[in-house]
T-cell receptor, first 113, second 111 residues
Framework: EAGVTQSPTHLIKTRGQQVTLRCSPI?????VYWYQQALGLGLQFLLW???????NRGNFPPRFSGRQFPNYSSELNVNALELEDSALYLC????????????FGDGTRLSIL | GEDVEQSLFLSVREGDSSVINCTYT??????LYWYKQEPGAGLQLLTY?????DMKQDQRLTVLLNKKDKHLSLRIADTQTGDSAIYFC???????????FGQGTTLQVKP
């Protein structure tokens, strides 16, 4: 069974640009979650999508947004990039919203210059 | 708000047992998790325990849960150099889908 796949693996952007990160969940999983792992800040919850709907959002500004497609894959969009957006962005998926364990991908490393 | 605390560093000799400890605050958490992160990689789910269990064993891993003290531990038997990594404890926040992570414990295994 293929795990959670994320693309791209690395990305370099400059301040003010926009970026789109992609995630494909494990087959059969309908929930997708996004987390940010920034140096010194730990792992922070960003967004949760289930069945195409945004179910919950973490304490991040509106320039962080995303969507989930009918095939359950997901995109995370970040507009007006700032230096502090440099981080590892991790996507996870689960079979049933809330209770099942979340399985993570290897992440996208975003560097802002 | 909810919080998860872990010690930051643990050093053991190869072949010894490692015990990584975690405390959490949300008594309504249904599941508690242990994840492993190797350098440059994502999070690997190691094991998890349902809140009505006291203990779960999975090969070299033993998870102990003390609900009264809100304390979770992960014991790794016969620790190997390949176990060197950062270990995260996490709890699920109600039905929000949000995992709350501890700061991570860096496990160093000396040959």
């Amino acid at each position: 069974e293929a795990g959670v796949t994320q693309s791209p693996t690395h990305l370099i952007k400059t301040r003010g640009q926009q970026v789109t990160l992609r995630c494909s969940p494990i087959s059969g999983h309908t929930s997708v979650y996004w987390y940010q792992q920034a140096l010194g800040l730990g792992l922070q919850f960003l967004l949760w999508y289930d069945e195409g709907e945004e179910r919950n959002r973490g304490n991040f500004p509106p320039r962080f947004s995303g969507r989930q497609f009918p095939n359950y894959s997901s995109e995370l969009n970040v507009n007006a990039l700032e230096l502090e957006d440099s981080a590892l962005y991790l996507c996870a998926s689960s079979r049933i919203k809330g209770g099942q364990p979340q399985h993570f991908g290897d992440g996208t490393r975003l560097s802002i210059l | 708000g909810e919080d998860v605390e872990q010690s930051l560093f643990l050093s053991v000799r190869e072949g010894d047992s490692s015990v990584i400890n975690c405390t959490y605050t949300d008594s309504s958490s249904t599941y508690l998790y242990w994840y492993k992160q190797e350098p440059g990689a994502g999070l690997q789910l190691l094991t998890y325990i349902f809140s009505n269990m006291d203990m779960k064993q999975d090969q070299r891993l033993t998870v102990l849960l003390n609900k009264k003290d809100k304390h979770l531990s992960l014991r790794i038997a016969d620790t190997q150099t390949g176990d060197s990594a950062i270990y995260f404890c996490a709890e699920i926040e109600g039905n929000t889908g949000k995992l709350i992570f501890g700061q991570g414990t860096t496990l160093q295994v000396k040959p």
